[in-house]
């Protein structure tokens, strides 16, 4: 996301710096996480298949069912947070902090969901949302994966 485009504060450390913040208000966010029924710690929430560095976040619960109905079905549960959010540009930053803290400065804008682009992604066809990348992570293909696996067989037949 392009703050400056946006004209934007980069942070909610910023946001709050401003004297004027009319064309945001404190609105409950609402978000899907796996359960921790899996045994491992770790955040792991519904977020969009093409950027899966967005989570899916919106103030409006309906919307969130009907993504959850999208996703492949695990344990999970719905959350909430805090943000500031601006509806007109549908861009929000989590409530953090005390003032002046580096959690505020942390809190980077974030994108919201709304019933509107859900529409479009859905009508594109194919699966607009999924789970967060676990243990992996993205930070690896199929193949990459394999080599991997077969790089420390290769290592284990040559120790023993």
Avoid at 26 to 40: C, K, M, N, P, R
Avoid at 136 to 145: H, K, S, T
Wanted: charged residues 25%.
């Amino acid at each position: 996301m392009d703050t400056k485009q946006l004209n934007v504060p980069e942070n909610f450390h910023e946001l709050l710096q401003r004297p004027e913040k009319k064309d945001f208000e404190i609105t409950a966010v609402y978000f899907l996480e796996l359960s921790h029924a899996h045994g491992l710690w770790g955040f792991f929430p519904a977020v969009f298949a093409a950027d899966t560095k967005r989570m899916v976040l919106t103030p409006d619960v309906l919307l969130l069912k009907a993504v959850w109905e999208t996703l492949t079905p695990r344990r999970s549960h719905i959350g909430q947070a805090y943000f500031c959010l601006n509806p007109a540009l549908s861009i929000g930053y989590e409530v953090r902090g005390d003032s002046g803290s580096d959690e505020q400065k942390r809190s980077k804008p974030m994108q919201i969901l709304t019933q509107e682009e859900f529409n479009r992604l859905i009508a594109e066809g194919g699966q607009p949302f999924q789970w967060a990348p676990g243990l992996v992570g993205d930070d690896m293909n199929a193949d990459e994966f394999r080599q991997t696996i077969e790089a420390a067989q290769q290592t284990l037949r040559e120790a023993f």
